[in-house]
């Protein structure tokens, strides 16, 4: 059987593809999900790993919720509305948890249309690199639904309150030049050049120490929905746990050496 999510190591970065292109990588398949979440845990526990990419196989990064299924109440559409209730939450619901609690920086390499769940997918990432063909939209409403996987939440964080009520009450899609205007993608590249991108940028963030980099994650996560003194408290917290690492004393040594860092200790 092939594997819904595919997991290539590249050095200190994991690259994840969405491998379902026959439905155009919808996310709301039980095989993939159950995939998901066993792989953001391994990485999570894996030190050495310092940036996980997120793509899609095929033309498309994630049409979202797989319509024939939701056309059918079957899978988790399936049953009265306590049933299709309890089928967000332990089925799509997982995965923006999986990417919350994730504390290694994650990259959405999008290839293709973002659909639906499949744009909230990009949301839950750190940073968005496009592809000249990519297409976001929040477009719900148009099949009579609502955000029902934390778009709500991410969209509005990303671009601002106009602009994601705008996405979100138009299901209108949104090109990727018109993404990076708006600020939801980092950057847009043609399509050829979308892996090549997406994979300096991670080498970039590789270059810095594993852990430190799961600590300022963390931190960024944090602030978004804390107070300013609380969030003092924990970065005080966290640096004094950084000043006492091998990583902070290796580039502090390399720096006033005038060499590069001898490597990237965990220990």
């Given amino acids: 059987m092939t594997s819904p999510l595919l997991v290539q190591r590249n050095g200190a970065v994991a690259v994840l593809t969405i491998n379902r292109p026959e439905t155009r990588n919808d996310v709301t398949d039980a095989a993939f999900i159950d995939a998901l979440e066993t792989t953001c845990r391994e990485i999570g526990a894996d030190q050495e790993i310092a940036a ?8 498309a990064f994630s ?8 056309a059918a109440r079957s899978g988790m559409f399936a049953g009265d509305p306590a049933d299709v209730r309890e089928g967000y939450r332990r089925f799509v619901q997982r995965i923006p948890r999986c ?44 099949v009579g639904l609502i955000p029902g996987d934390g778009g709500a939440w991410l969209l509005p964080r990303v671009l601002g309150l106009s602009r994601a009520c705008e996405m979100i009450f138009t299901g209108d899609p949104v090109d990727a030049r018109t993404a990076l205007a ?7 590249v043609a399509a050829n050049e979308l892996m090549p991108a997406a994979l300096g940028v991670a080498g970039r963030i590789a270059q ?11 931190l960024v996560r944090e602030g978004l929905t804390t107070r300013l003194e609380t969030l003092l408290e924990l970065s005080a917290s966290y640096q004094a746990l950084a000043h006492h690492t091998p990583e902070h004393e290796d580039r502090l040594r390399a720096i006033l050496e005038r060499k590069p860092p001898s490597g990237r200790p965990t220990e």
Avoid: H
């Fill in 182 to 188: 708006w600020g939801l993608v980092s950057s847009v």
């Fill in 208 to 218: 810095n120490p594993p852990r430190i980099l799961r600590m300022a994650k963390r």
């Fill in 99 to 142: 990417f919350y609690e994730l504390d290694v920086p994650t990259i959405a390499a999008v290839n293709g249309p973002a659909i639906g769940a499949g744009c909230d997918l990009t949301l839950m990432c750190d940073i968005r690199i496009a592809s000249e063909q990519a297409v976001f939209a929040e477009s719900f409403v148009r």
């Fill in 52 to 59: 996980v990419i997120l793509t899609g196989a095929g033309s």
């Fill in 63 to 70: 049409s979202g919720g797989n319509i024939k299924a939701m």
